[in-house]
């Protein structure tokens, strides 16, 4: 009689589960534990290492190993092991690869039907990445499960539900959290409303917790060791797990005290569980803050719930369910050990995959069969990632990756859309050669310096680059995901801005003092350009030829760069706290507001000298240019409130109450809507311009700081600075569907014009992150 597989590749663990008919139990992965660590070890003759055997083989060669590459998928560029470059999901494939083979030995004979799980929350692009590792671990067909359903299949079976009733799942995971809403059906469960999820949280940023205490505990002594000396490696590798150990008895014991063996000596340092939750109460309360958002978009009131199930390591905690009953008031079902949740499930629905027909029944609880080109398993063990020979198959490095992909037939169509778009662009460039420039409204307000560079363009948009007007915005979709993150920025990165071609976005580091170019295409740092003094926001012409950086000190001025050269033609002076400037529809002026003097300087775009213009209300902030450019939107955020300019009259014509703490703005593209995101209030105010009033408000996440509109209107991205995310708002119903966590205090948010990515500027951790958007 043959089984099912379920597999739940975790970012920390990794589990298992098979099915024979109708009993299903957890695989055995490792020797002395049920799961096995989601570790890969790349030793110096080449063979791969995976679970157990690689931790252990860890503690003597930390720099060796790969953690956490779940994360990862998705990202381009490739995380190095031993000096060996490998895709996220070649490293997937050599763990998932000796799964099957340890149950294969286990059980005899190789398991007839395999599921396996993924977060809910990825997109398209992770989901399509995420097919790659059963065909790279030699699997021939696969069914793939998000996890919270897996979790809903699994508590069906442990307690039946009536048809009709309604369960939220509550995965929180090593390295994600997901939540959905099911209603149990006769067929299977039926999804509602719209899952969500934080992208990064889970066990690791418990762990990172853990770790952080400690090494503060020891005055740094961790954070002082070097991994590249042998013993310092070993020991932070033994730390690490010591930290792991602790984080799980806590829940069960109410101290627990790590032993940290350092060079220097052993140390001991207790934790007790109270001290332990109020390391991760916060991120807990996110979850709490999802959940709720999951259940408005389902349209399910908290009482309608049958129960909250848990599933994922980290739901272990107790903080988790005694958090949940207290804010929901509904039943929360622990299972005997949650980690194993999602894997039980997953085999229990690979019990279900008898015969093709009775694959059509499985999407009703939302699995969908996958076909891979590879070999499956046909009879004894399968061989294992750690044999040399098989390396390349199981886990192959970069380039035999995209050697095989090459040989997918989906890339010919990937080269026939490549093909349509270049000769599309040839049409465009031999039937719009050029545009007379023309004056915008309100151009008497502009001053009238006539200083300007030889040679530099007007600054317009007829001025030669395609506008964004010319580039087809992508449908935008409410739960975009993490790509990959942009370490090679300067320090304290607080403004971002993307060209209107969508080839670069430009990152201004105000500590390093410099401007970073980043190519969209490789999402790599490609030039790096000093400015003299504390570089903040950045604006760009509506051409795409030149950008406008603010600095704060020596002196407030405005650096104007030019994009193609990437040097600074010039600096304008102006107040001595700049903060965002904005550049008119036309391209002809630039507005800066001025924190100090309460007040907007406005400069022609090819002048050297600024006017003290408009007075506006209290510390001003960010400020929004309509799109016929005759009026303006300038946000205080001492007073609360959005001055609206008539720049044709050199009036102010209306303020308008927002939210408490008002620091950003954003304006739809055809100037009916405005948008505040309001720090001390946690909110977005939503602006009728027509009738210049708030006509709806959004909760978001703490502190929000800015927030930038995807180009084709349906969503907004608010940089939540106090609580390390970003909120995707939708426009249409002003509702929150999704939290993406990003890196330490997101400081800006900037979208392509075609709405494939949004960057995020993390002042603390000196980062960017790269969304998938679109």
């Known amino acids: 009689m043959g089984y099912g597989l379920g597999v739940d590749l975790g970012t920390t663990f990794t589990a298992a589960a098979v099915s024979r008919g109708p009993s299903v139990s957890v695989a055995a992965l490792s020797e002395d534990d049920l799961v096995a660590p989601s570790v890969v070890l790349a030793a110096e003759d080449g063979s791969l290492f995976t679970g157990q055997a690689a931790e252990w083989r860890a503690i003597g060669d930390p720099l060796r190993v790969a953690r956490g590459f779940k994360r990862r998928l998705g990202d381009p560029t490739p995380l190095v092991i031993g000096g060996t470059p ?30 396996l799980t993924c977060p809910a929350v990825w997109g398209p692009y992770r989901r399509e990445q995420f097919t790659e590792v059963p065909r790279l671990a030699g699997l021939n067909e696969v069914t793939l499960l998000t996890e919270p359903e897996a979790a809903a299949a ?123 939750e109020e390391m991760i109460r916060r991120s807990i309360g996110l979850t709490v803050e999802t959940v709720r958002r999951t259940l408005v978009s389902a349209g399910v009131e908290p009482d309608e719930l049958a129960a909250i199930v848990l599933a994922g390591g980290s739901a272990d905690i107790p903080l988790v369910a005694e958090t949940l009953a207290e804010e929901f008031g509904r039943p929360v079902r622990v299972g005997v050990q949650s980690k194993f949740t999602v894997a039980l499930g997953a085999a229990a629905t690979a019990a279900r995959l008898g015969t093709p027909e009775q694959v059509a029944e499985i999407p009703a609880d939302g699995a969908v069969r996958v076909a891979v080109n590879g070999t499956a398993p046909t009879g004894g063990a399968a061989p294992t990632a750690t044999e040399a020979p098989d390396r390349a198959a199981a886990a192959a490095p970069l380039g035999a990756w995209w050697t095989d992909a090459l040989r ?21 460039a031999l039937t719009n050669p050029g545009r007379r420039d023309q004056a915008g409204p309100g151009a008497a307000g502009a001053g009238t310096s006539t200083d300007t560079t030889p040679g530099e363009s007007t600054g317009s948009a007829a001025a030669g680059t395609p506008t964004t007007a010319a580039i087809a915005a992508r449908p935008s979709v409410p739960i975009p995901t993490v790509l990959t993150t942009i370490e090679a920025v300067g320090p304290r990165p607080q ?116 006017t003290n213009g408009q007075a506006v209300k209290s510390a001003p902030h960010g400020m929004a240019i309509g799109p016929d450019g005759r009026f303006a939107y300038v946000v205080s955020h001492e007073s609360s409130t959005v001055t609206v300019l008539d720049l044709s009259a050199n009036t102010t014509v209306a303020e308008i109450p927002v939210g408490i703490s008002a620091l950003a703005i954003a304006l739809s593209a055809d100037g009916k809507r405005l948008y505040t995101a309001n720090y001390d209030a946690n909110t977005v105010s939503v602006v009728d311009t027509e009738k210049r009033v708030v006509s709806a408000t959004a909760q978001v996440g703490f502190h929000p700081q800015a927030l930038a509109l995807a180009p084709d209107g349906r969503h907004l991205y608010v940089a939540n600075n106090g609580s ?51």
């Open 86 to 115: 490998y895709a996220p999901t070649a490293l997937m494939a050599a763990l998932l690869r000796d799964v099957v083979a340890s149950v294969t030995a286990s059980e005899g004979e190789p398991p007839e039907h395999v599921v």
């Open 154 to 276: 699994h508590h069906v079976r442990e307690r039946r539900l009536a048809d009709g009733e309604i369960v939220a799942v509550y995965d929180l995971g090593g390295g994600t959290f997901d939540t959905t809403v099911l209603r149990a059906r006769p067929d299977g469960m039926e999804i509602l409303g719209t899952p969500e999820g934080i992208e990064r949280l889970g066990g690791i940023d418990f762990d990172e917790a853990l770790i952080a205490h400690v090494d503060a505990e020891l005055d740094g002594a961790f954070g002082r060791l070097d991994p590249r000396n042998p013993a310092e490696g070993a020991a932070m590798a033994l730390l690490r797990r010591e930290c792991v150990r602790a984080k799980e008895l806590l829940s069960t014991e109410d101290s627990v005290t790590i032993v940290a063996r350092l060079p220097g000596g052993r140390h001991e340092v207790t934790v007790t569980r109270a001290r332990f």
């Open 408 to 428: 997918d037939r989906r890339l010919i169509g990937i080269a026939v859309v490549l093909a349509v778009l270049l000769v599309t662009g040839l049409v465009f």
């Open 495 to 610: 403004g971002v801005v993307t060209t209107p071609d969508g080839k670069l976005a430009l990152v201004a580091a105000s500590v390093e003092e410099t401007v970073s170019f980043i190519d969209t295409a490789t999402q790599k740092v490609v030039a790096e350009l000093e400015i003299a003094g504390q570089a903040q926001y950045l604006a760009m012409s509506p051409d795409g030829t030149t950008a406008y950086v603010t600095v704060l000190r020596p002196q407030g001025k405005v650096a104007v760069i030019d994009i193609a050269s990437r040097t600074v033609l010039r600096e304008v002076p102006v107040g001595p706290e700049a903060f965002v400037p904005a550049a008119s529809p036309d391209g002809t002026r630039v507005y800066v507001p001025d924190h100090n003097t309460s007040s907007v300087w406005v400069f022609p775009a090819r002048g050297r000298s600024a």
């Open 724 to 774: 390390d995310t970003v909120s995707v708002v939708e426009t249409a119903t002003n509702a929150v569907t999704a939290t993406v966590y990003v890196g330490d205090e997101p400081w800006s948010v900037a979208v392509t014009p075609d709405g494939r990515f949004a960057y995020v500027a993390n002042a603390l951790s000196d980062d960017v992150t790269v969304i998938s958007a679109a």
